[in-house]
């Protein structure tokens, strides 16, 4: 089975903090996904990545940067963690090309509160 | 990139069959239609995928009509383990479906 993990499922931050999100896929998949996950909002896509060092922005990369220096590893960085990034992060995975169907392999969620 | 629109929530019985639709106006010619389910404190799960007439799987069937420009995911006598949001996304494959985009999804609630 695919398996996308998330290095924490809660974490509590402080306002100004710089927060890290590690997310490790098993799969060899080449493209990986940040999302964010509020109530009333559904999912919203921060950053994804097609390749090693690629990195493209979603619909909401501000505040957010993205770290991909292996194939299997995604990182997420608030580099100043603000309240309004309290929230659920959700880490995903995909292979490319050819007939797939690029199904989204996501991992169990990361709940960021700032403090 | 194609928006979807769906119903906010839905009610049903189990034993019952739930039809949910999306409609995708502006979908293009390489988009297809996916279909994702998500439970509480979990990622979404992709559950069928189509891009014309009907797709069939052990959980589900997609239903989309000549001109693509809905559908509908059906599913079966449904259980108390079927409540959960379902996300109907549409995508291209060329890019890979490398930026499907999620919208708030339909909040489905089985009641015994």
């Known amino acids: 089975d695919v398996k996308v993990t998330q290095s924490s499922r809660y974490l509590v931050k402080r306002t100004g903090e710089k927060v890290f999100l590690e997310c490790v896929q098993d799969?060899?998949?080449?493209?990986m996904f940040w999302y964010r996950q509020d109530p009333g909002l559904g999912l919203r896509l921060i950053y994804f990545s097609y390749d090693v060092k690629m990195k493209e922005k979603g619909d909401i990369p501000e505040g957010y940067s993205v770290s991909r220096e292996k194939k299997e590893r995604f990182s997420l960085i608030l580099e100043s963690a603000s309240t309004n990034q309290t929230s659920m992060y959700l880490c995903a995975s995909s292979t490319s090309g050819g007939s797939n169907t690029g199904e989204l392999f996501f991992g169990e969620g990361s709940r960021l509160t700032v403090l | 990139l194609a928006k979807t629109t769906q119903p906010i929530s839905m009610d049903s019985y189990e034993g019952q069959e739930v039809n949910i639709t999306c409609s995708h106006n502006n979908i293009a010619t390489n988009d297809y239609i996916t279909w994702y389910q998500q439970f509480p404190s979990q990622g979404p799960r992709f559950i069928i995928q189509g891009y014309k007439t009907k797709v069939t799987n052990e959980v589900a069937s997609l239903f989309i009509p000549a001109d693509r420009k809905s559908s509908t995911l059906s599913l079966p006598r449904v259980s108390l383990s079927d409540t959960a949001v379902y996300y109907c996304?549409?995508?291209?494959?060329?890019?890979?479906?490398?930026?499907?985009?999620f919208g708030t999804g339909t909040r489905l609630l089985v009641s015994p």
């Open positions: 799969m060899d998949h080449e493209n």
């Open positions: 996304l549409v995508g291209d494959s060329h890019t890979g479906f490398q930026k499907l985009v």
